[in-house]
């Protein structure tokens, strides 16, 4: 697959706060809004209380990863933020992986079965 496209003005993450819908998880925080394009963008935002920038960069890696592989499951259309919280940067790979699916469940975002549980 390609990479994904990203959202990267600060306007955009504003309006996903303000006007997206939200699901929050121990680790992580997803908002997501329709965009009118065929096409979904992600935003991550990992604060500096996640931790120093390697662990951040950790962190976003995972979450990045995390989103590749499940892309296809997404329905499209969306803006989709992740927000990662403090406990992100104790959080093995496979807790933020179930806390992402988990959210997105909540958020009606996937739409081709539970196929990763």
Partial sequence: MK?????????E???????????????????????????NRLG????KK???AVTR??????LREIYRLHQGELRTGYDIVVVARVKAAFANYHQLERHFLSAADRLGLRDRGESGQ
């Avoid at 960069?57 to 995972?62: A, E, P």
Wanted: aromatic share 6%.
């Fill in 44 to 47: 991550l935002t990992v604060g």
């Fill in 57 to 62: 960069n950790r962190v976003r890696r995972r």
């Fill in 3 to 11: 990479a994904a496209v990203t959202l990267k003005r600060n306007h």
């Fill in 13 to 39: 993450f504003q309006r996903l706060y303000r006007k997206g819908k939200s699901a929050a998880a121990p680790t992580l925080a997803l908002y997501c809004r329709k965009n009118r394009q065929p096409e």
């Fill in 50 to 52: 996640v931790g120093g």
